[in-house]
């Protein structure tokens, strides 16, 4: 029997990610996002949704780039401070003895030490209410060799990503390998 | 060393969820979506990224409605199912012994059996270029009563849910519990 919650913003499993901006004065900022996803294949697409008030939306649409970091499960306090801490009382980077690289492709850091990187140009910006939506393409993403398995592509096994529970306010790592996808299903 | 992977959509945690239509005879269909998530707080909205070829796409242009229903580990051969065969060939519901329940608050249907359902009506239609992105507003979200917890939340353990990697095709399970979020940074 389900039971009716209300209209809330609760879903599993949704990402806890590092997106990367500069300041006017070329500055390093990192703020954690949790409603942001793959949003397109061609061209390939990444949305991410900030509230006005946050340092990282001026950022973003003066630069009109940003970069998404993912961090391993041994970061999980990492992405927690870059979430709850503003960049325009701290250098979170300096805080966490993180490293700000600047991308290769676009006018955005990212964070050296988190094992995937992905660079996105702006294409859109949607208006939604209390948060707006930036949708980036996808330049290029970036892994740690460590993380990668032996056809070259990161195995989620070893980046080992945080999922963030946003009815409880949890994080959780990944667990059991289930299947493979778009085979397991047809033997129904 | 971070090594380029190219402009690939390669993150970690995605999510695997069926969208619920209605087509235009009233049947109903659902499909696996993987580019999908949160997107807005105020209002509550959802995100969905849809190819046009897919039956679904249509369904959800006519009828300005979708739900998300969020499969539990045991269901992923069935969202995997979901997500190889289309609705315009098959009775997915009938194929896989799921129940289709009429959404309370939206037209269109959901997975009975699937232990999270989220309600949506269509805001706001985005073409990004092989994927349209419909942004829905949260009308309502449901849960079976066996995964909240004492505070009548949806505990992410209990629900178990299944998370896609998209770079080598595998599904997950959700992991060990790495903290409480908004909180575990704060002694940074």
């Known amino acids: 029997m389900k039971k009716s919650l209300g209209a809330k913003t609760i879903a599993f499993p949704v990402p806890a990610w590092a997106i990367g901006t500069y300041d006017a004065d070329g500055k390093p900022n990192v703020m954690t996002a949790a409603w942001t996803g793959i949003c397109c294949s061609r061209p390939p697409c990444m949305a991410v949704s900030l509230r006005e008030a946050t340092s990282s939306h001026g950022n973003l649409v003066a630069r009109k780039a940003f970069t998404i970091s993912i961090p391993s499960e041994e ?3 990492e992405i ?4 709850v801490v503003s960049g325009r009382d ?4 300096a805080d966490l003895g993180l490293t700000p690289a600047r991308a290769e492709h676009v006018d955005a850091p990212y964070i050296e030490e988190f094992p995937v990187i992905i660079e996105c140009r702006l294409l859109h910006t949607i ?3 209390l948060h707006t939506q ?3 393409e996808i330049m290029d993403v970036k892994a740690e060799e460590e993380v990668l ?8 096994a070893r980046v080992r990503p945080v999922i963030f529970g946003p009815g409880d306010r949890s994080y959780y790592g990944l667990g059991a390998y289930l299947g493979r996808a778009f085979s397991i299903g047809r033997k129904k």
């Open 127 to 129: 208006e939604l209410g």
């Open 134 to 136: 930036f949708i980036g």
């Open 90 to 93: 701290r250098d979170k980077f």
């Open 149 to 156: 398995d032996d056809k070259g592509q990161p195995d989620p």
């Open 80 to 83: 927690d401070y870059i979430g």
């Open 75 to 77: 970061q999980v306090s």
